[in-house]
């Protein structure tokens, strides 16, 4: 018994170094110029033994785009477990997002470029802004978010804003430190670009824009 469980420790040890090495050389040269010989090089396995685990590249590229997207899903969730105002989850979830874009820029971007025709991409992205979704509607009821917004359309406005500057900022990690990139990502979150900034009380101790149409044009 103990021999059949040092087997199947070994052989999931050795589809997670698959998947990481995958990840590293699909984020490097893409699906189509990524090769099989490289990515179990990467791995440290010889080109038979991702066989005996993926069918092929594209087998091992919905793989690791699923984990992926576990990963950032599953740090999203805690962090909005963690804090205790919506301020806080905001920080949290914003923090984990930049720590995982510096960490694992080039998956990052894989993650997040949405390819119009993979259906992968545009999974990971649906499902981040779902979750964004359900925080807006929560928030409509609530009180704290705009209700002339529509949740749909603000949640991939916020999602294709925060990934298009990190994008940005993985090129020129200068710009910015991870936490002044943070406080951006808060500001713009909570504020806009074009409101007057803390005006309104919203009962929880934190300030928020005033309603469309209260500021003077």
């Known amino acids: 018994m103990q021999v059949a469980i040092s087997r199947r420790d070994k052989k999931d040890a050795t589809r997670r170094k698959l998947v990481s090495a995958g990840a590293k050389i699909f984020a490097a040269d893409g699906v189509q110029g990524a090769r099989i010989a490289d ?18 590249k594209e087998a091992l590229f919905v793989e690791v785009m699923r984990a992926g997207k576990q990963s950032v899903l599953e740090g999203l969730a805690l962090s909005r477990e963690a804090a205790e105002t919506r301020e806080g989850r905001d920080r949290a979830a914003m923090e984990g997002v930049v720590a995982f874009a510096e960490v694992y820029g080039p998956l990052f971007r894989l993650l997040l470029s949405r390819g119009a025709g993979d259906s992968i991409q545009r999974e990971v992205v649906d ?24 949740p749909r359309a603000a949640a991939r406005c ?24 943070v406080d951006q990502l808060c500001t713009v979150r909570r504020f806009g670009v074009e409101g007057a900034g803390p005006l309104i009380d919203a009962g929880d101790g934190l300030p928020t824009p005033p309603a469309a149409g209260s500021i003077a044009q």
């Open 127 to 150: 499902a981040i802004t779902d979750l964004r979704v359900a925080e807006l509607v929560e928030g409509q009821a609530q009180g704290w978010a705009r209700a002339d917004l529509d």
């Open 39 to 56: 990515i179990a090089r990467e791995a440290g396995v010889a080109m038979g033994t991702l066989y005996t685990h993926f069918a092929d």
């Open 158 to 181: 916020e999602v294709g804003a925060v990934f298009h500057l990190l994008d940005w900022w993985i090129d020129n990690p200068d710009a910015f430190t991870p936490a002044q990139l």
